[in-house]
């Protein structure tokens, strides 16, 4: 109903026993936040020591244990969720739906990781048999999603803040990424930040013999942005249940505009340890830190823009999936940054356009409604 008051059928006189308040906003639960903080830095900081102590991000095992990071933020929301906080959407006394088994199958994924992980770190020979075997959780992953919404119906994933959102929205906000890295890259190129790239040296030595360099590239296309997200999907799920899906829902109530800031910051922070290992931004220890946290930002604005038209968190986790491979498409397969930090893509020009594009966005009226 759209009103707070009820009356009795047939009159026009309202009953006070039916009378009751509008009821308040509540503000930001901040016992539930720091929580899911401390666990969430907790679990992912604690592997990113263990990576370090390995050798860091050239031991065998790093690639294996980065997918692994990406789960951390979701686990930590699902345990908290279910087990601990009583009023959560998914608490296991009350949620009933069929979204209830893809929590579950969630956890025992994340833990199969951990296990292959711890393994993988001891044994780096196994590293590539591990991997292998994981991809079948995404795999399997996407099929028990389809199923369960199928036979549950869209609202049992709604009503666990898992909703899936507009398809229309994952396609359209989806090729104004495609087409703004696609710019970059041609910025990259056109002001000398970058350097062409033979694809065919991507390749294991005359496995592509005779290919024509067009066809690859289209083939690269193909794998990276057109099936990678989906491939990809579960695992992008880790981080955005976890951000977009828990914590953003929290606070946004300080506002849409100021929460999701302070999410970008938080997002930006919680990547620190393997900024500082070098990934994404070798070379810089400084510089490295305040590009990341400056990229999650931006991002996090484009991600919740996305989840608030969709309404659903899906949207940012498939859009955070195909954001992965189309950088990785465009910026190792097709024009090379010379620079990073310093060259579209994940540098610093490239936080001044998207940042640009974020105020555009901002102008959008759907940052100025409540949650």
Not at 310 to 322: D, I, N, P, Q
Request: with cysteine; net charge positive; charged share 10%.
């Amino acid at each position: 109903m759209s009103s707070a008051f009820s009356s009795l059928p047939g009159s026009s006189i309202t009953d006070p026993a039916t009378v009751s308040e509008p009821t308040a906003p509540r503000g930001v639960n901040w016992p539930h936040v720091w929580a899911f903080l401390g666990l969430a830095f907790g679990l992912a900081w604690l592997v990113d020591l263990v990576l370090y102590l390995n050798g860091g991000l050239t031991h065998p095992s790093a690639a294996l244990m980065l997918q692994m990071l990406m789960l951390m933020p979701a686990f930590a929301a699902m345990l908290l969720g279910m087990f601990f906080f009583k009023e959560s959407p998914i608490y296991h006394r009350t949620n009933r739906t069929a979204s209830r088994w893809f929590i579950y199958f969630f956890l025992v994924m994340t833990v199969a990781y951990i296990a292959a992980s711890a393994v993988a770190s001891f044994q780096p020979g196994l590293t590539t048999t591990l991997s292998a075997s994981l991809l079948l959780f995404s795999v399997i992953g996407l099929i028990l999603l389809a199923v369960l919404r199928w036979r549950g119906g869209p609202q049992s994933f709604a009503g666990a803040g898992m909703a899936f959102g507009k398809i229309r929205i994952w396609l359209l906000y989806g090729l104004a990424m495609v087409l703004l890295y696609g710019l970059e890259t041609l910025l990259n190129y056109v002001f000398k930040m970058g350097k062409l790239v033979d694809i065919t040296r991507l390749y294991p030595a005359g496995m592509v013999t005779g290919i024509p360099p067009a066809l690859l590239i289209g083939s690269a296309f193909l794998n990276a942005v057109i099936i990678g997200p989906f491939l990809g999907l579960i695992i992008t799920f880790g981080e955005e249940y976890g951000w977009r899906g828990y914590l953003q829902s929290e606070l946004v109530r300080l506002g849409r505009i100021r929460g999701v800031g302070l999410l970008g910051v938080i997002w930006g922070v919680w990547h620190w340890p393997i900024i500082l290992m070098g990934y994404n931004y070798p070379g810089q220890p400084v510089l490295g830190p305040i590009l990341m946290t400056g990229y999650t930002v931006v991002l996090a604005y484009f991600l919740a823009y996305a989840v608030f038209k969709s309404k659903g968190v899906w949207t940012a986790a498939y859009l955070h999936a195909l954001n992965n491979q189309a950088m990785s498409f465009f910026m190792v397969a097709l024009v090379t940054p010379i620079s990073i930090a310093l060259s579209f893509g994940i540098g610093l020009p490239a936080l001044i356009l998207c940042g640009l594009v974020v105020a555009l966005l901002l102008r959008d009226k759907v940052w100025k409604e409540t949650d």
